[in-house]
């Protein structure tokens, strides 16, 4: 059974660094065909794709952000990070992790709950 | 960047219509095409891929089609479980993922 879990502070103040971390089971991130993205959404607004980590440790960022996020794995914790500097009160939203696999022609299959992440002094 | 226009924005239909949203690439994405429902306050579950793959799970209601630029989700015979927001999402350019704008999917 493939889960994933967001956390991370619910609350930043602007200017800070967020740091959050995708908790997962059920696969491993060494595993051929495996990816981990992060994606955001700010209330009430549509989805935005944000960073991806896959197996062989290649990083790819949101070309809008790029220079603000760092992500990162620790396939023996099962763990993916996701750093985002300079927080705005704009980044306000609900940040998620989801899985992509070579099964399903590298789409999404599988979703984490979602961690909200409000900005604010 | 590729944009995805997701059409109508929102729409209000009842139990046992058949309903059609509509998502266009601003480019030839092949079949790189994903469909996903959220519910409120919900995270999103994945729908379809590849266009037309029904995900591991998902009933045979749902189906998806399209090609090139031009995709669409259709759901057969709508219950009241099925209303939500539905989002395309392109995955052409892999990794850098696009998501439509979304479709809500009201009570009439």
């Known amino acids: 059974q493939v889960t994933l879990r967001e956390s991370g502070p619910a609350l930043v103040k602007p200017t800070q660094t967020l740091t959050l971390t995708c908790t997962f089971s059920?696969?491993?991130?060494?595993?051929?065909?495996?990816?981990v993205s992060w994606i955001r959404q700010p209330p009430g607004k549509a989805l935005e794709w944000l960073a991806l980590?896959?197996?062989?440790?290649?990083?790819y960022y949101s070309t809008s952000l790029k220079t603000r996020l760092t992500i990162s794995k620790d396939t023996s914790k099962n763990q993916v990070v996701l750093t985002m500097t300079n927080m705005d009160p704009v980044d306000t939203a609900t940040y998620y992790c989801?899985?992509?696999?070579?099964?399903?022609?590298?789409?999404?299959?599988?979703w984490g709950q979602g961690t909200l992440v409000t900005v604010s002094s | 960047d590729i944009q995805m226009t997701q059409s109508p924005s929102s729409l209000s239909a009842s139990v046992g219509d058949r309903v059609t949203i509509t998502c266009r690439a601003s480019?030839?994405?092949?079949?790189?095409l994903a469909w996903f429902q959220q519910k409120p306050g919900k995270a999103p579950k994945s729908l379809i891929y590849?266009?037309?793959s029904l995900q591991s799970g998902v009933p045979s209601k749902f189906s998806g089609s399209g090609s090139g630029t031009d995709f669409t989700l259709t759901i057969s015979s709508l219950q009241p479980e099925d209303f939500a927001t539905y989002y395309c999402?392109?995955?052409?350019?892999?990794?850098?993922?696009?998501f439509g704008g979304g479709t809500k999917v009201e009570i009439k």
């Open positions: 989801a899985r992509h696999t070579g099964d399903t022609a590298m789409a999404i299959d599988y």
């Open positions: 059920g696969f491993s991130l060494s595993t051929s065909g495996m990816c």
């Open positions: 980590i896959d197996w062989d440790d290649d990083k």
């Open positions: 480019q030839g994405i092949s079949n790189y």
């Open positions: 590849a266009a037309s």
């Open positions: 999402q392109q995955y052409n350019s892999y990794p850098q993922l696009t």
